[in-house]
T-cell receptor, first 113, second 119 residues
């Protein structure tokens, strides 16, 4: 069964600290993995996208890693800011003849002053 | 212009009403999507249009009726909805069909959503 599991479910950190969010997937065959940031009541915004051959991708203070062998990805946030408080969603697309995209349940991040 | 716009931002309707949600993009994207999102849950795919043709319907009840008048517009017609249909409805678009082939890295660009409340 194709699944995308994220951990932790929620996370509270102090402003300025770093944090790492995890995403494990069983989607196969794999096409690409995307991380999105979603503020409450708003649409998701793309942070990074990685294909099978990419191990890491950065976007400012966000760095995503991918291990296609172990089917794991992480999103590292450096020097967190209050505005980083949001849900972070891992989305995996499968390499099939049709369309197959699986959303993770998300990690809810709270950054406190 | 990397923006997907959705109107209205908020919609309150009764169970006997007929209303429509609208989505627009001018990025030349050929794939457009409707998602439904309940609070604290990930988006759930409803419909996918590819080159203005409906390519995926995820067993959505017929009270939801999508329409793609042209490559830039996507509508979702609502009729006889139930209170449990209250949710954030998100539209998205991508250059091609996301995940359809190994080389495609089509990022889906999401609109801000329409917050729908069914009374």
């Amino acid at each position: 069964k194709n699944q995308v599991e994220q951990s932790p479910q929620s996370l509270i950190i102090l402003e300025g600290k770093n944090c790492t969010l995890q995403c494990n997937y069983t989607v196969s065959p794999f096409s690409n993995l995307r991380w999105y940031k979603q503020d409450t009541g708003r649409g998701p915004v793309s942070l990074t996208i990685m294909t099978f051959s990419e191990n890491t991708k950065s976007n400012g203070r966000y760095t995503a890693t991918l291990d296609a062998d172990t089917k794991q990805s992480s999103l590292h946030i450096t020097a967190s800011q209050l505005s980083d408080s949001a849900s972070y969603i891992c989305v995996v697309s499968g390499r099939t003849g049709g369309f197959k995209t699986i959303f993770g349940a998300g990690t809810r991040l709270f950054v406190k002053a | 212009d990397t923006e997907v716009t959705q109107t209205p931002k908020h919609l309150v309707m009764g169970m006997t009403n007929k209303k429509s949600l609208k989505c627009e993009q001018h990025m030349g994207h050929r794939a457009m999507y409707w998602y439904k999102q309940k609070a604290k849950k990930p988006p759930e795919l409803m419909f996918v249009y590819s080159y203005e043709k409906l390519s995926i319907n995820e067993s959505v009840p017929s009270r939801f009726s999508p329409e793609c008048p042209n490559s830039s517009l996507l509508n979702l017609h609502l009729h006889a909805l139930q209170p449990e249909d209250s949710a954030l409805y998100l539209c998205a678009s991508s250059q091609g069909l996301a995940g359809a082939s190994p080389s495609r890295t089509d990022t889906q660009y999401f609109g801000p959503g329409t917050r729908l409340t069914v009374l």
